[in-house]
């Protein structure tokens, strides 16, 4: 059985007492990139998730602040029963140092909690915050500025690994049960209601996000083994159940384990087009964005074209790389969903003229328009 943590008893022994992990939270001046304050945490408690979160709270003019939201767990051992903390801190003004301009800045502890069971996963959602406590997630408020009341609850059954919130929409990826899509509700009872899932529930979801494109928005998880999965929520198809069931409109196989997915803005600076950064464990960073119907037609044609027609390096097939493998793969899913920008632009953008101008005509446009959808793409994603 689990044992408190305070309840263990020191037993005598004479090997080598095990290392005590401890960590601490740095604010690092932007200028100089120097530590100008820091908050230790406790022995053993280690970070799981911290975000910078708009929340509101009735101490800002505007209704709402960025706070710097943290959640942490205990490791201590299979005998031990699991317990988290969360953390909200502010990032003051203060008068700095004699000769140091940069010691400018200070974190403030507004409010921590310790619960049972190691939190996971936080996130923003109309300006409350998201989080997920084992099977469960809470959405509580900050608006007193001084504790994290609890307005509204889910149960996800088993593990969630990941939280991303956009309007009224919060997207929950479980490490046992796939994909969820809820709907936040704040008019009349407050609640966290499930609008449509993965029925599968064969998908390892570690991280998860949206994409946005004008009116259009898509789902974009990726699972354990290295692979990004895309959904779409359509109440309207007969196919979606009335939106309970999550369609699948794509696979795109990364070759290495997901670490993070980040959603940004695309350029030129268009909240209503959001494209995700993904960064995996082999160091490579990738961008996906949501292209307009007509322009991925056309360069999923001139890519065909190309793949087929080209003499593939060393006699691989370069668009099986990309394929999910086979014992992961789901017979509904759409496998011509998806454009593959790394080969496309080595095979179009970098070849001969004569060859551009010769794919273009058989799709019936010409080199330019294509070139012109390149860059236009490229441009969209140059974030840095």
């Known amino acids: 059985p689990l044992i408190s943590e305070h309840e263990r008893l020191d037993l005598p022994t004479t090997s080598v007492p095990p290392a005590i992990a401890r960590f601490h ?3 690092l001046s932007p200028v100089t990139w120097e ?5 230790a945490l406790a022995a053993n408690e280690h970070i799981v998730a911290m975000h910078t979160l708009t929340l509101d709270t009735e101490q800002a003019a505007a209704g709402c602040k960025p706070f710097l939201c943290l959640a942490t767990a205990f490791v201590l051992g299979e005998d031990v029963a699991s317990r ?3 953390y909200v801190f502010d990032i003051v003004d203060i008068v700095p140092l004699p000769g140091r301009p940069q010691t400018n800045r200070k974190l403030r502890l507004l409010y921590q909690e310790e619960v049972r069971g190691a939190i996971s996963a936080l996130a923003e959602l109309r300006g409350n915050l998201a989080v997920s406590l084992g099977s469960k997630v809470l959405i509580r408020s900050f608006r007193n500025n001084e504790t994290l009341e609890s307005v509204a609850f889910l149960d996800c ?12 929409f919060l997207l929950i990826g479980d490490l046992l049960n796939s994909l969820w899509f809820a709907g936040f509700q704040e008019d009349g009872p407050t609640r966290l209601q499930v609008l449509g899932r993965d029925f599968t529930n064969q998908l390892p979801v570690e991280f998860a996000d949206f994409l ?6 898509e789902l974009v998880a990726a699972d354990a083994f290295g692979c990004l999965h895309f959904f779409i929520y359509a109440p309207r198809d007969a196919h979606s159940l009335g939106g309970q069931k999550l369609l699948r409109r794509g696979e795109y196989n990364l070759r290495s384990r997901v670490t993070a997915i980040r959603r940004l803005v695309s350029k030129p600076l268009n909240a209503r087009q959001q494209a995700c950064v993904v960064a995996t464990a082999s160091g490579a960073v990738y961008a996906v964005s949501m292209l307009p119907e007509k322009t991925f037609k056309r360069l999923h044609r001139i890519n065909t074209q190309l793949v087929h027609g080209t003499e593939p390096l060393a006699g691989l097939n370069p668009r099986e790389f990309r394929s999910v493998p086979i014992h992961q793969r789901q017979y509904h899913a759409p496998r ?13 953008a970098h070849g001969s003229l004569a060859q551009q101008k010769e794919a273009a005509q058989r799709d019936g446009t010409t080199a ?5 959808d390149i860059a236009e793409i490229e441009h969209t994603v140059s974030f840095f």
Do not use: C, E, Y
């Open 157 to 168: 059954q088993a593990w969630v690994r990941s939280l991303s919130g956009f309007k009224n």
């Open 212 to 217: 946005i494109n004008q009116s259009q928005l």
């Open 368 to 372: 330019d328009r294509v070139l012109r």
């Open 84 to 86: 988290g903390k969360m």
């Open 336 to 348: 011509r969903t998806v454009l593959d920008a790394d080969l496309l632009v080595p095979l179009f």
């Open 35 to 39: 530590t100008v304050d820091s908050h």
């Open 25 to 27: 939270v740095d604010l």
